[in-house]
């Protein structure tokens, strides 16, 4: 690895504005940061999706990328992780928010509602989903994938926003592009998973190897494939996420307004930033 992201001081992120908190996705949040400077950053990997946004909001300086670039051209197995977690990192950012469009896996997971996910699944293939690629060998832990001190705060924003927000669930990481089948969605949905999803992994892991706190979550857009042939769902399409999709984004902007307000300028609480000591071979 070029250089330790615990530590990092990277040249490209000389002289540019520092960031207590970083956001991913969420594009109706832009809106808040119509005032933003706007950042080109390089990192080992390339740069990142899209120059990164800082702007002001509640006292807090904000960083903003689109995982997906722009004009959401990085298909889920082409966004540029790594590099998107090392601007952050450079950038000072220690409170990361990676919300994401996601598909339900159980009935009681209505589209329209948020996950805020406290377990993950990886059943993506070939992804570039370490920033320790060696020398040293780095075992972070990842028992438990999500920050366990911003969980609670982004459920009481949620709360707060009038979504009706589900405080735990499992997300299950798909490659993509393509959606599932009925067999894969059954099972899955069989497995006892709420979620499904094709960011999550390896956004949730890198930003733990960064030893940056990390949330995520999951605005439910559909029931993925029916979770089988007997459910009487039909399988999700493009159309039926986008329209639902819209929705959700106003009311996520919302939620986070909300979190970034409430978010103490402390350092963290938890362990998250310290996850590499002791972790190197």
């Excluded at 990997?45 to 960083?63: F, M």
């Excluded at 996601?102 to 997971?109: D, F, K, N, T």
């Excluded at 959700?248 to 307000?261: G, M």
Aim: aromatic share 8%.
């Amino acid at each position: 690895m070029p250089e330790s992201p615990g530590g990092v001081s990277s040249q490209s992120a000389r002289g540019a504005p520092r960031a207590d908190i970083g956001v991913f996705g969420g594009s109706g949040f832009e809106s808040y940061l119509a005032d933003a400077e706007e950042i080109e950053l390089e990192t080992p990997y390339g740069p990142p999706a899209a120059p990164v946004k800082i702007a002001t909001l509640h006292g807090k300086k904000v960083a903003f990328v689109p995982r997906h670039g722009r004009e959401h051209e990085f298909a889920p197995h082409r966004v540029p992780y790594r590099a998107n977690v090392w601007a952050m990192k450079a950038l000072g950012v220690r409170k990361l928010v990676g919300p994401c469009a996601a598909g339900s896996l159980q009935h009681h997971v209505e589209p329209g509602s948020f996950v805020v996910c406290d377990q993950l699944v990886d059943r993506t293939k070939g992804r570039a989903d370490t920033l320790f690629d060696g020398p040293p060998v780095t075992h972070v832990s990842f028992a438990d994938p999500y920050c366990p001190d911003l969980r609670p705060r982004a459920v009481a924003a949620c709360r707060e926003a009038g979504v009706t927000a589900h405080e735990s669930g499992t997300v299950v990481v798909i490659e993509g592009p393509r959606f599932s089948t009925r067999a894969e969605s059954a099972w899955y949905s069989g497995q006892g998973w709420e979620v499904i999803n094709m960011t999550q992994h390896p956004e949730a892991v890198l930003a733990r190897e960064a030893e940056m706190c990390y949330v995520n979550i999951s605005l439910i857009t559909d029931f993925d494939a029916g979770f089988g042939e007997d459910s009487g769902i039909e399988p999700v399409t493009v159309d039926e996420i986008l329209a639902v999709f819209r929705t959700n984004n106003e009311h996520l902007a919302d939620v986070l307004e909300a979190l970034i307000r409430d978010l103490p300028a402390d350092p963290p609480v938890c362990t998250c930033n310290t996850a590499t000591q002791g972790a190197q071979v």
